[in-house]
């Protein structure tokens, strides 16, 4: 399994950007996918994520500012990110579960800053 995010960028606070993560595989319909990001000098840490049901997760941090959603059809998962502030700068990276396998993509990075 392969994964490629994109649409990192730089934002002012306040602003949006939507995330998208492209995936191979043809049970890309069974993956939990999850978002998670890492800011300078701190762990990775867990943003949001969506099974296979469209059942969703989201950190605390980020509960009713971003919104996780997948497109089967596409092999992609995205990641809607609204009232951005400057702590949301990490980088986001997407990572995919298949039975007890789990694939990362690369990261792309998104800076919040006036």
């Known amino acids: 399994v392969q994964l490629q995010a994109s649409g990192g960028g730089l934002v002012q606070p306040g602003g949006s950007l939507r995330l998208s993560c492209a995936a191979s595989g043809n049970r890309f319909s069974t993956y939990l996918l999850t978002w998670v990001r890492q800011a300078p000098g701190k762990q990775r840490e867990f943003v949001a994520d969506?099974?296979?049901?469209?059942?969703?997760a989201y950190a605390e941090s980020v509960r009713g500012r971003f919104t996780v959603s997948r497109d089967n059809a596409k092999n992609a998962v995205y990641l809607q990110m609204n009232s951005l502030k400057p702590e949301d700068t990490a980088v986001y990276f997407c990572r995919a579960r298949y039975n007890t396998q789990f694939y990362w993509g690369q990261g792309t990075q998104v800076t919040v800053s006036s």
């Open positions: 969506i099974n296979s049901g469209g059942d969703t």
